[in-house]
């Protein structure tokens, strides 16, 4: 072991000293190019010294970034290595390539194709490799290898040493964010990173398969291999919440890629609406807002006047004497006409022409003639009076999308938009519609709102300026200063297309799908209209109850694109005693879940009580998790509980979170906290279970449930499944069932 750490350490030395080399002939090349930009402005700079100052910015640029990535990576540069049978070749494999001053290669990046053997071959297909070899490092120092034989009949002569890579990386403590797994990455999940990119690459799995970490390398990956393409079209990723993507946040940078762009579901519509949101409504809300009947409701909502009293919604104009009216009828169809053929904001011109019309169409004949009327000067007669202004100013102002929105506010208003909503379902939506107003004039809308005011902004069209306003002036050396982010830079140098305000990318990366409602994928959808996309996650996890829409959202946004699903068979997070704990709970509502297998066992059952003293006991199990684990502890609580949760977070390691938010996340331990509590606040049962499934999974070493000691739940969904020890057994039955006597 010694020896073969030392070979290894001594070429991981040789690339360092290669990078040094390179950084200081970038820092040369960077000083050489400063220098140029000096003048006395007495002279011009030549067309060829301003090509060769970029080229060597360029060149700065990138080898500083790289190097920069290098430093902040503590799993190191070289992780990986390939002893192959032909020649003897032998390829070290990196998050970065880099080669010598021949040209040689010293390491290869990850994601070329030489580097594909690394993560598919096996011992029934070896890909021409004799030994693989992954490198465990802090910095530039090796700390230890683990060898697959992969073909036992080749006569080379190799020492195979170590453990095995994945079970020691699957066994490290976790902490608050994510890591790249490129060193473990397995054949099933490289598949799936390696598809082509055009169309939609879905990536299914159940908890704990690294649906997530596998859809970032594969963004890594199409940046790689699509460059020019994805750079200039632009990456985005977007994940349930803002902690999920703090969790994510240094991933893609470890490999290499700083320009993609990461939003949380209620951060998407920002680019437009110039804000976002991280508060969620309670479920049943939720889901009523991420119904696709929710069109129809806005559409609604748009075209009804502003005005409930016909008569405030009558025209009145007198030109020449002659009093001339429009009715309420007739403004009403000249409004749906219009709509028909404009969006809302972009409409008021059309309307103006099309009620001048009808107004001169209304005009006595003699009356033309008397004054010798023109319909120029007609239309310049009616636009000059103050009641045709403050007329059209009622009828059709400029709307934005919060403007309507909060209309529902209005018990009356509901109604009138959606009498097909019963009273509970029509309160709901008009308790959820903020009022209050900050002192900025904001109102705190939730992620579902967010997809309804994106859905609005895109049927009223951009609010036109104010006719008055003045474009700013900008002072040259002023005192302020402008971060450009190498994101800014790329979106800066993207084609902008004018009628379409919204930010739109090449790539789409959508995680935890399966709680994407549909007015979300819709929002979602005008960010990609021309996007490949990347699709993660599992139906066994999903919150929105109603199936058949989301699949109606999902096939308008897919179309006729090449589609192919990836299937992750192997979870890797949770260990057997706690994965079949939360298998034999879900499948009492979704028998057919995809399950996949534990790959590790930990030799600790979870811990399941039920007490009359529900935080004493949550406190007891927090105490004993902090000596049992090293690194993070999830408290997993129902919305209603998390702020009493916060309290008992007095150990930093302890981390206090909803269901919801903890959707994607990982802790080392975790205890779980009221699962009837959990079931019950979700609004409908099945949904409730699987949130419950998702809570019980975080956990990669230790699991706790806490729950009131309390009647059978009445909950009746029953199930005829293996794991669920077989027919009639609710949820409660088969968690309590485990109770930790």
Not at 124 to 138: E, T
Not at 341 to 362: F, I, V
């Amino acid at each position: 072991m010694e020896a073969e750490i030392a070979k290894e350490q001594a070429h991981v030395d040789r690339v360092r000293a290669q990078l040094e080399i390179d950084e200081n002939k970038a820092r040369m090349l960077a000083e050489a190019g400063q220098d140029m930009y000096r003048s006395d402005r007495t002279s011009w700079v030549r067309e060829e010294d301003g090509t060769a100052m970029f080229e060597r910015d360029a060149f700065s640029y990138n080898a500083a970034k790289r190097l920069a990535i290098l430093d902040a990576e503590h799993e190191g540069l070289v992780f990986g290595r390939l002893d192959l049978t032909d020649d003897d070749e032998v390829r070290h494999i990196g998050r970065i390539g880099v080669r010598d001053a021949n040209y040689e290669a010293l390491v290869i990046d990850w994601r070329a194709r030489a580097a594909e053997p690394f993560y598919r071959a096996t011992p029934s297909d070896p890909m021409g490799v004799i030994r693989r070899r992954v490198l465990r490092c802090r910095d530039d120092k090796v700390l230890g290898i683990e060898d697959d034989l992969l073909d036992a009949t080749s006569q080379a002569d190799l020492p195979i040493v170590g453990e095995g890579a994945l079970m020691a990386a699957l066994s490290r403590a976790r902490d608050t964010r994510m890591h790249s797994i490129v060193s473990t990455i397995q054949a099933e999940q490289d598949e799936a990173i390696r598809a082509p990119y055009q169309g939609v690459t879905r990536i299914m799995g159940g908890p704990g398969t690294g649906k997530t970490v596998v859809a970032l390398h594969r963004a890594a990956f199409l940046l790689y291999s699509h460059r020019t393409r994805l750079e200039n079209g632009g990456v985005i990723v977007i994940g349930p919440s803002s902690v999920f993507m703090s969790y994510i946040e240094r991933v893609l940078p470890s490999l290499g890629e700083d320009s993609v762009t990461l939003r949380s579901v209620g951060q998407v519509p920002s680019d437009i609406l110039g804000f976002s949101s991280d508060h969620l409504d309670e479920p049943r809300t939720a889901n009523i807002k991420g119904s696709l009947d929710m069109v129809d409701v806005l559409t609604r909502l748009v075209t009804m006047p502003l005005s409930a009293d016909p008569e405030a919604m009558r025209l009145r104009v007198t030109v020449k004497g002659e009093v001339l009216t429009l009715d309420p009828d007739t403004l009403a169809s000249t409004r749906h006409r219009i709509l028909k053929r404009n969006r809302y904001n972009d409409g008021r011109e059309a309307a103006e022409a099309s009620l001048k019309d009808q107004l001169w169409n209304s005009l006595p004949d003699d009356v033309i003639a008397a004054h010798d009327l023109t319909k120029e000067h007609f239309d310049d007669l009616v636009s000059s009076q103050a009641s045709w202004r403050m007329f059209l100013n009622a009828w059709w102002p400029s709307l934005s999308a919060t403007d309507v929105l909060a209309r529902l506010a209005d018990p009356a208003v509901a109604e009138a938009v959606a009498p097909e909503w019963d009273d509970q379902t029509r309160q709901l939506i008009v308790n959820s519609i903020p009022t209050e107003v900050d002192r900025r004039g904001h109102r705190r809308w939730s992620v579902a709102d967010m997809a309804l005011l994106d859905e609005l902004a895109a049927i009223l069209g951009p609010v036109p300026p104010e006719p008055d306003a003045e474009d700013p002036v900008f002072i040259e050396g002023g005192d302020t200063a402008e971060l450009v982010t190498v994101s800014d830079r790329l979106s800066d140098a993207r084609q902008i297309d004018e009628d379409e305000p919204r930010n739109t990318y090449a790539h789409v990366l959508v995680d935890e799908a399966q709680d994407i409602s549909p007015m979300q994928w819709r929002m979602i959808g005008r960010r990609g209209p021309q996007a490949s996309w990347t699709i993660v996650g599992d139906p066994a996890q999903a919150a929105f109850p109603h199936h058949d829409q989301t699949r109606t959202a999902i096939d308008e946004l897919v179309g006729n694109a090449p589609s192919r699903t990836f299937t992750l068979t192997k979870n890797y997070r949770s260990p057997a005693e706690v994965f079949n704990l939360a298998a034999e709970v879900v499948v009492t509502v979704q028998p057919d879940a995809d399950l996949p297998q534990a790959v590790r066992s930990v030799g600790v059952e979870p811990t399941v009580v039920r007490t009359d003293d529900l935080w004493a006991q949550v406190r007891s199990q927090l105490d004993q998790m902090l000596q049992e684990v090293d690194g993070t502890i999830g408290l997993v609580c129902p919305d209603s509980l998390v702020d009493q949760a916060r309290i008992l977070a007095t150990d930093p390691r302890i981390i206090p979170v909803t269901t919801m938010e903890a959707k994607g996340l990982e802790y080392d331990g975790a205890v779980v906290v009221d699962p009837e509590r959990i079931v019950s606040e979700t609004g409908n049962a099945t949904g409730g279970v699987r949130m419950l499934y998702v809570a019980l999974t975080r956990a990669t070493q230790r699991l706790a449930v806490v729950g009131l000691r309390q009647p059978e739940s009445p909950q009746t969904v029953q199930a005829d499944h293996p794991h669920a020890g077989g027919t009639g057994r609710t949820w409660s039955d088969a968690l309590w069932t485990h109770e930790t006597r």
